[in-house]
């Protein structure tokens, strides 16, 4: 799960984790040319990673990946009534499967859990370099007995090239944009999360606690609980903030409405030394999101006001000093806590990777 708020380690670290990753290198592979379903499915094998596979476990390892993906697309087109996103992404993918402008790449270097086993990987160097789903064998292993989970992870990774097709350029630029990565992220979840409600139907599937946590955050509160609890980052902080940046006001406004908005996160934010482990956690959440995302959402306002945006940090802490003032204050108040929060989160993340 990444977390800028409380240091990296997520699903999209390039090449080691789920979710988002983007690569200025794509494997030597080993190319097995399928029919699937109408879809010229294309898989691949690392060659790097399979010198200890025999030909027998790597046709196994492709005709696998070959049931699981057909799986995948029957689902998305026997679901009666079913259109949005979730459909929008997924046939989009099968498309250009079909098309060989990506391919899906099994991985036996991925490591086997839910949480690392599969990831979407684009080249930032050549535009003729297809982008790939990687997944491990270890998502194939796990799909007989636990199928949905799989196509979760999958129509995560599918939302990731969803979005890479849709806008190529702004994907491939978010790479290092901790604000970028996390708003794509939270799309990927949102239709991975419509895609457990719609598509896979309690009484047919044995959701993983991780899925029912999920739903249940989209259900009850458009996934903020689930941002907040396994990804360590207040979504209304962010939202709100990024949400600034678009306004069409000038820029001393929008830095003004920024300072604002920090002066009463802190004077909102209260530790609760007698409440629940819970209860302590998310107390420190909104000041730390805050304080993690700033420098990216100063960075959007120079840039859309006509100013470069690469710089480090430290160049707009002197531009704006009342605001990194701020986010001094709200890590010296929340300082105390954080080696407790740090181990709250990390506790939930092992507990939610169990399937």
Same mark, same amino acid.
């Given at each position: 799960?990444?977390?800028p708020?409380f240091?990296r380690g997520?699903? =999209?670290?390039?090449v080691?984790?789920?979710?988002?990753?983007? =690569?200025?290198?794509?494997?030597?592979? !080993?190319?097995?040319?399928?029919?699937?379903?109408?879809?010229? /499915?294309?898989?691949?094998?690392?060659a790097?990673?399979?010198?200890?596979?025999?030909?027998?476990?790597?046709?196994s390892?492709?005709?696998k990946?070959?049931?699981?993906?057909g799986?995948?697309?029957?689902?998305?087109r026997?679901?009666?009534?079913?259109?949005?996103?979730?459909?929008?992404?997924?046939?989009?993918?099968?498309? @250009?499967?079909?098309?060989?402008?990506?391919?899906?790449?099994?991985?036996?270097?991925?490591?086997?859990?839910?949480?690392?086993?599969a990831?979407?990987?684009?080249s930032?160097?050549?535009a003729?370099?297809?982008?790939?789903?990687?997944? $491990?064998?270890?998502l194939l292993?796990?799909h007989?007995?636990?199928?949905?989970?799989?196509y $979760?992870?999958?129509?995560?990774e599918?939302a990731?090239?969803?979005?890479?097709f849709r806008?190529?350029?702004?994907?491939?630029s978010?790479?290092?944009?901790? /604000?970028?990565?996390?708003?794509?992220e939270? *799309?990927?979840?949102?239709?991975?999360?419509? +895609?457990?409600?719609?598509?896979?139907?309690?009484?047919k599937?044995?959701?993983?606690?991780?899925? @029912?946590?999920?739903?249940?955050?989209?259900?009850? *509160?458009?996934?903020?609980?689930?941002?907040? +609890?396994l990804?360590?980052?207040?979504?209304?902080?962010?939202?709100?903030l990024?949400s600034?940046t678009?306004?069409?006001?000038p820029?001393e406004?929008?830095?003004?409405?920024?300072?604002?908005?920090?002066?009463?996160l802190?004077?909102?934010?209260r530790?609760?030394s007698?409440g629940s482990d819970?209860?302590?956690?998310?107390?420190?959440?909104?000041? @730390?999101?805050?304080?993690?995302f700033?420098?990216? !959402?100063?960075?959007?306002?120079?840039?859309?006001?006509?100013k470069?945006?690469?710089?480090?940090?430290?160049?707009?802490?002197?531009?704006?000093?009342?605001?990194?003032?701020l986010?001094r204050?709200? /890590?010296?108040?929340?300082g105390?806590?954080?080696?407790?929060a740090?181990? +709250?989160?990390?506790?939930?993340?092992?507990? +939610?990777? @169990?399937?």
């Amino acid at each position: 799960m990444p977390s800028p708020v409380f240091g990296r380690g997520g699903r =999209h670290a390039p090449v080691e984790k789920r979710g988002l990753s983007i =690569h200025p290198w794509a494997p030597n592979v !080993i190319r097995a040319l399928r029919a699937l379903c109408g879809f010229c /499915l294309v898989l691949i094998l690392s060659a790097c990673r399979t010198a200890d596979l025999s030909g027998e476990d790597k046709i196994s390892l492709i005709k696998k990946g070959e049931q699981v993906t057909g799986s995948l697309l029957n689902i998305i087109r026997e679901t009666p009534g079913k259109k949005g996103q979730v459909r929008d992404a997924a046939l989009l993918v099968f498309k @250009k499967l079909k098309e060989g402008e990506i391919s899906i790449s099994i991985d036996p270097g991925r490591p086997g859990n839910i949480y690392e086993g599969a990831a979407f990987s684009c080249s930032i160097i050549s535009a003729e370099r297809r982008p790939l789903i990687i997944i $491990s064998p270890y998502l194939l292993k796990i799909h007989d007995s636990r199928p949905s989970i799989v196509y $979760s992870i999958l129509i995560h990774e599918f939302a990731h090239a969803y979005s890479f097709f849709r806008n190529r350029n702004d994907f491939i630029s978010s790479q290092g944009n901790e /604000l970028e990565i996390y708003l794509y992220e939270m *799309d990927a979840h949102f239709i991975e999360a419509m +895609f457990i409600r719609d598509y896979l139907p309690g009484e047919k599937y044995m959701l993983t606690d991780f899925e @029912k946590l999920l739903l249940e955050s989209l259900n009850r *509160d458009n996934l903020r609980f689930f941002s907040m +609890f396994l990804k360590g980052t207040d979504m209304d902080v962010v939202y709100n903030l990024y949400s600034i940046t678009k306004k069409n006001i000038p820029k001393e406004e929008k830095i003004k409405t920024i300072e604002k908005m920090g002066d009463e996160l802190l004077e909102g934010f209260r530790y609760p030394s007698g409440g629940s482990d819970l209860e302590k956690y998310g107390s420190v959440i909104p000041c @730390k999101t805050y304080a993690a995302f700033m420098p990216d !959402i100063i960075r959007r306002i120079e840039y859309l006001h006509g100013k470069p945006g690469n710089h480090p940090a430290a160049f707009y802490a002197r531009m704006h000093p009342a605001i990194y003032g701020l986010c001094r204050r709200m /890590l010296e108040m929340t300082g105390p806590y954080e080696d407790d929060a740090i181990k +709250f989160h990390r506790m939930n993340l092992e507990r +939610f990777k @169990k399937i």
